[in-house]
């Protein structure tokens, strides 16, 4: 089967999406932030807080890499992996890649108040997602083979809509 990657920016629901799809297909699903926190022992925030982003991203590319070696995976990956022309690169060659596209007003009311994601800590939450959908979209764009609107559905019913698109 390849891999299948879920693309797309914080708060689209590609975790979810990833597990959901897993537990009706089978294939071994590889959450890309969790495996980061597990081999630092530290949260993401915390990465970021002690490394920096640039050893963040360089942890991810790792990841990226090791976990396109194997195949038949369903692979969630972080918001920021299209923003590496490397990562684009290895999508392409190694994997299935669906953008999970959602709404600015989506992403808002999932993330108001969330304190894990680094990178939309601070004030002006609706201006920094607009900020990041005008930067990412269009990598979003050009990495995916497929682009799978999101909205509100329940996890279980946005697997099966995937699904039978594949
Ligand atoms: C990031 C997204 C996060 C995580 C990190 C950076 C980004 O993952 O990798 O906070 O740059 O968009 P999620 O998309 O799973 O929240």
Redo the contacts with the bound molecule.
Sequence with gaps: MGNLVLI?????G??TLARTLGGISGHRVRD??LE?ESAAAMS??AI?ERFGEAH?RAQ?HALLEALLRDDGQII??????V?SARNREELKLRAFVVWLDASVDLLHSRLAGDA????LQGPALRSRLLE?AAQ?DPLYAQSADLRFPVNEEAPALQAARLAAQL
């Design positions: 797309g920016p914080m708060g689209a590609k975790s890309m932030d980061i993401i925030g970021f963040f991810e969630a990956s972080g918001g920021g992996v923003l894990t994601r680094p990178l990041l990412r």
